[in-house]
């Protein structure tokens, strides 16, 4: 995927906000790798307050635990950066907030941190809806540390618009 500019993440979250304003859907990130640009992107068009639920940072295991309720048994067997922890996240930040829509990003966006099994540009992001199943996919990006995230942001922003169709 080509890296987007910032107005091409604006643009997208201006139709993620009127796709959901529109079905009358909140939404709610919860962010690790990321560190809040998800929710910076979508708090940065104006109106958001009318869509927009609130946005969680859980970088640690600890918060992850404390502020999404993933289980520290989770964290144990199978990492941070996994698809059992993301959806964990996920649910989570649909029990913990009022919003109908939820993304949530965990995964090693560089430089260091990466191994074999789970290298740099690791991403595992989930999409879930109020009442429904999460859908998780992991991503492989390429680039720097910004690359990497960017390209994160932009994923979720697109899986969130297509939970909304």
């Known amino acids: 995927m ?9 643009r997208l979250a201006e139709s993620l906000g009127r796709a959901a ?10 962010e690790s790798c990321t560190g809040g640009w998800i929710a910076k ?4 068009v104006t109106g958001a307050s009318s869509w927009f639920e609130c946005g969680l940072v859980a970088y640690s295991y600890e918060a992850k635990q404390a502020l999404l309720g993933v289980n520290p048994h989770t964290l144990e067997q199978h990492g941070a950066v996994s698809r059992e922890t993301v959806t964990e996240m996920v649910s989570g930040a ?26 740099v540009g690791t991403v595992w992001i989930a999409w879930k809806r109020r009442g429904g199943y999460p859908k998780a996919q992991m991503f492989h990006f ?4 910004d690359a990497v995230r960017r390209q ?10 297509t939970l909304i169709e």
């Not at 992107?41 to 940065?44: A, E, G, Y």
């Open 94 to 119: 649909l029990v913990h907030s009022g919003a109908g829509l939820a993304v949530a990003v965990t995964g090693i966006a560089g430089p260091g941190g990466g191994t074999d099994e789970k290298p």
């Open 142 to 145: 390429d680039g720097d540390r």
């Open 41 to 44: 992107t979508l708090t940065d």
């Open 152 to 161: 994160t942001v932009a994923r979720s922003l697109e899986g969130l618009f």
């Open 2 to 10: 080509p890296e987007l500019s910032d107005p091409e993440l604006h």
């Open 21 to 30: 304003q529109a079905q009358r859907l909140s939404v709610v990130t919860a």
